[in-house]
């Protein structure tokens, strides 16, 4: 029996990339250096050595893929700007070429009648701030600030959305502990100051766009998983509390309770960083909606000893990698997933998207919420008259897409959903192999193929809604 699943109006149908996955030519028009730039091009980092250098070509190829997005059906459209393309040295001159750039992009987006949802910051901090300390250094979250009002003076009057930056914890947490992301460092205590810093620069954001009379809502990535506890044990599920708190609630807590969880501060010690007072009032400063990346959920364990880590089931999640200084601090383990999986080794859990929003909704008293990223990488096939069909990649969409509208039904207020990604992109550590993307890129060429996903995307986009089989 089929019925049909209406969004509320106005409901965003969009679609996403970040500046370094996509736009290529990061050194363009007197653009500056980036860590993604300088870890990319370090030996060893990165699946075969590849880099953003050309990516996908869209700093030159904006118009034909905004055309694309309005074929496709998107109603909006998340993209990130370089910090260093706009400020060479992060601070002081402004490169008028690069700013020029986002103007024309803006532009032809509203033109297009696509809303523009800009992420100050994915990830790609100038190199020059990089060397005075980067995050770690408090003066960044200042840094920052300046490099907002910027783009706020030049975009401003036509952007509906704006996020601050893109998934903090994955920055202190991949970038600064583990060691996975640029910068490439593995140090706790550095790791959990430049969680606090990051924090304090989403409030000098807030602040910054609050005083230039810009238009629009404001919000944050959060990377927001279904932590869930391996059995119904007190043990596992007090494991599965610690994991939630560190890696959900210590990134939002503070911005929506003004708090970092008390339980975190106790058993991070003397490495959780220095609070000054007046902070959390900065961080606090109140925003319109929060954004969410979700791919999966985490299950663990509790593990005394913190000994069990090690093998796949670390390596995706919220909670992964999880390394085992990580896993003794927090004393649990990673359960291996059940399945079924994407073709990069992610399981595959819908309902989890809803148990996520649900966590939300009653944490934080029912505050507005944009999906800002899901999304599943599946190996494509081309067929001989260069058709691309990728019904596993269309089924994930429907899938999650309807797990969110249960979850609306249930009182959430979500205001939109992004696909991760609109177009397949440079996936940093996974490289170029994790194809993402509503639109194939031909790597060789830079052509670009509608997936069979991309045309069920916009359906839904223009009908507000879709059917279902039940």
């Known amino acids: 029996m089929a019925s049909t699943l209406r969004f509320p109006d106005g409901f965003l149908w969009g679609a996403a990339t970040s500046s370094y996955q996509v736009e290529g030519y990061p050194l363009a028009d007197g653009a500056g250096r980036s860590i993604w730039h300088t870890f990319a091009h370090t030996p060893g980092n990165m699946v075969n050595d590849e880099n953003g250098d050309v990516a996908c070509d869209h700093y030159h190829r904006f118009r034909e893929d905004v055309a694309l997005m309005r074929e496709v059906g998107l109603n909006a459209y998340h993209f990130s700007i370089s910090w260093p393309r706009v400020l060479p040295e992060g601070v002081g001159r402004v490169n008028a070429l ?51 009002s910027v783009v706020y003076r030049r975009l401003g009057d036509r952007v509906t959305h704006w ?37 304090l620069g989403h409030g000098r954001a807030v602040q910054a ?51 970092y969880p008390p339980a975190a501060v106790e058993w991070l010690g003397e490495a959780f960083p220095e609070v000054r007072d007046g902070d959390l009032d900065i961080i606090s400063t109140p925003m319109d909606f929060i954004g969410i990346d979700y791919y999966c959920r985490t ?60 966590w939300l909704r009653d944490r934080y008293d029912n505050p507005p919420v944009v999906i800002t990223e899901f999304g599943a990488a599946f190996r494509d096939e081309v067929g001989p008259d260069g058709a691309v069909d990728d019904p596993k990649r269309l089924a994930y969409l429907r899938d999650h897409a309807a797990a969110a509208h249960a979850a609306i039904e249930d009182g959430v207020d979500l ?37 069979s996903s991309g045309r069920w995307w916009g359906a839904a986009a223009r009908a507000n809604g879709f059917d279902v089989i039940s």
């Open 98 to 148: 690069g700013l020029d750039f986002y103007d024309r992009l803006v532009d032809e987006l509203v033109a297009a009648g696509i809303s523009p949802a800009i992420v100050l910051y994915a990830w790609e901090l100038p190199t020059d701030l990089q060397d005075l300390g980067g995050w770690a250094n408090r003066d960044c979250a200042e840094w920052f600030g300046e490099y907002t």
């Open 209 to 259: 766009f609050r005083a230039s009379g810009g238009i629009g809502e404001f919000g944050i990535i959060n990377a927001q998983a279904d932590i869930q506890a391996a059995s119904d044990s007190d043990a596992d599920r007090a494991a599965a509390e610690r994991v939630d708190t560190h890696f959900n609630a210590l990134f939002l807590d503070p911005i929506m309770r003004g708090e």
């Open 299 to 358: 299950v663990v364990a509790d593990d005394p000893d913190g000994s069990g880590v090690g093998g796949k089931a670390e390596e995706i999640g919220a909670a992964g990698p999880l390394d085992s200084g990580m896993a003794r601090l927090l004393k649990v383990r990673v359960v291996a997933p059940d399945g079924p999986f994407t073709d990069i080794g992610w399981e595959i859990t819908p309902d989890s998207l809803g148990n996520a929003l649900r």
């Open 163 to 199: 996020l601050s930056m893109c998934e903090p914890m994955s920055i202190a947490h991949h970038g600064h502990i583990v060691g996975a992301l640029a910068p490439g460092m593995r140090d706790l205590y550095t790791g959990l100051k430049v969680g606090h810093h990051l924090m």
């Open 415 to 451: 205001r939109g959903i992004f696909i991760w990604s609109f177009i397949d992109t440079y996936e940093f550590n996974l490289g170029y192999d994790a194809r993402f993307g509503l639109v194939r890129v031909d790597y060789k060429t830079l052509d670009r193929t509608v997936k």
